[in-house]
């Protein structure tokens, strides 16, 4: 029986009238999987609840935050007394300085760092910080990958962008993304092609090392020590974007996991335990000439806030101090899932294939390998959304989109598991 929603509805109508869509961000409108998208009261652990009474096994992390699940007792703890001791000062307190050691202990690669309230941000300072330094315009990111809303990144994006089938923003004038260059991912040939077309033109190539807002896409093997390569030999600034990734994939990131270091990193989601917040850090040369060092300007009334840094050191001390156990864990969860999932549709004749890395997965409804934005885009949406649908009504809740990966958090249990597999049995029936 489908579940009910009534109040939700509700809620929706109302929330169009004052929200375009309903929503204050165009994923959560649920229009490419379609049903109503629920209104949620509260979570707990690996549970949401919603406004009708239904509950449902969550799979979708807060778009990626809730690594140690919701309502996390340390933080919540954490948050409590920060806010007790004023919201925001706008001012310097020496917990920036205590969460941007954690952050270095974990990134090696960053020598120096500047928090920021989201990642969108992250990208968007880290780009002109690599154009005011090497004072070259052009940039490549690659098709599928999302490095949030900035002007200049919504070309060929992934996220809502590619949920909505937007070719690239409005909005945007085209002097805008000019200098933006959209490459397919996983092909290093095309990357050696743009250098070769604009020597010394070419400031920076971002990426999403494993790309989430495709749905999960790794990187093929030696791909990322190709870009470091080409990047090093055309004096261009590698930035690695693991706003996704960081502290999720290991506790450094992708940059652990494949073993490159880049020039910046990008950080968001983790690093504020669910507080809003972001960071770019990485060469302390390159990121000196930030103002009031340098040229390159970038600044924010509520960086460094101190309820995101009391949530965020909460979340990083125990991501730490448990590194050996969270991860592994993790790791067998997910592959539980993931790898349940699709063994179930095999039995039932559905073809599915199942990109993993770590906590963050995918399923895409095709049978050819998925390893860039041309096959996720290829596979079939519309079945998406009906296992959307059935999934959400037999209580779990995935990403809203073929486009944006799932998350497991360190509260699903075996039981939790088993709730999965069984919901899929009847979705896929
Ligand atoms: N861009 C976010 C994940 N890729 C979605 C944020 C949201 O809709 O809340």
Request: proline share 6%; net charge neutral.
């Amino acid at each position: 029986m489908p579940l009910q929603h009534s109040r939700s509805r509700l809620l929706q109508q109302k929330a169009e009238a004052v929200f375009p869509g309903g929503v204050n961000s165009p994923v959560r409108a649920f229009r490419s999987v379609g049903g109503d998208p629920p209104f949620l009261t509260h979570a707990e652990g690996a549970w949401l609840y919603d406004e009708d009474g239904n509950r449902y096994l969550d799979l979708f992390g807060s778009w990626g935050p809730m690594i140690l699940g919701h309502a996390f007792p340390t933080a919540v703890e954490a948050i409590r007394d920060a806010a007790g001791r004023s919201a925001s000062f706008g001012a310097s307190t020496a917990s920036e300085s205590q969460l941007a050691a954690l952050v270095q202990r974990c990134f090696p690669s960053v020598e120096k760092l500047r928090f920021v309230s989201s990642g969108t941000e992250a990208c968007m300072s880290a780009i002109r910080l690599a154009r005011g330094f090497t004072g070259r315009d052009f940039i490549i990111k690659f098709e599928g990958c999302y490095h949030g809303h900035s002007d200049a990144m919504l070309v060929k994006a992934g996220s809502g962008v590619a949920t909505l089938g937007i070719p690239g923003s409005a909005g945007v004038p085209a002097e805008t993304v000019m200098h933006t260059l959209a490459l397919p991912f996983n092909d290093l040939d095309a990357v050696r092609g743009a250098f070769a077309a604009r020597p010394g033109q070419i400031a920076c190539v971002i990426l999403e090392p494993i790309i989430g807002n495709a749905g999960t896409i790794p990187p093929a093997p030696g791909y990322l020590e190709g870009l470091r390569r080409i990047t090093e030999q055309h004096g261009a600034l590698l930035i690695i974007d693991e706003v996704m990734t960081g502290f999720r994939v290991t506790l450094g990131g992708a940059q652990r996991l494949y073993n490159v270091r880049p020039d910046l990193t990008t950080l968001g989601k983790i690093i504020g335990g669910g507080l809003p917040c972001g960071a770019f850090g990485g060469r302390a040369d390159v990121m000196n000439c930030l103002a009031p060092l340098g040229p390159v300007y970038q600044a924010g009334t509520l960086s460094g806030n101190p309820l995101a840094m009391a949530a965020g050191i909460a979340t990083l001390e125990h991501l730490i101090a448990n590194e050996q156990t969270v991860y592994p864990q993790l790791d067998r969860t997910t592959q539980a899932i993931a790898q349940g999932v699709a063994t179930i549709a095999k039995e039932k004749g559905v073809t599915l294939t199942t990109n993993q890395v770590g906590s963050m997965f995918t399923w895409f409804f095709t049978d050819k390998p998925v390893t860039d934005f041309a096959s996720a885009s290829a596979s079939d949406t519309v079945r998406f959304g009906q296992f959307h649908r059935a999934m959400l009504d037999a209580g779990v809740w995935l990403p809203p989109s073929q486009f944006e990966a799932a998350f497991v958090s360190t509260a699903h249990s075996q039981q939790d598991v088993d709730f999965v597999l069984e919901a899929a049995r009847k979705a896929l029936s």
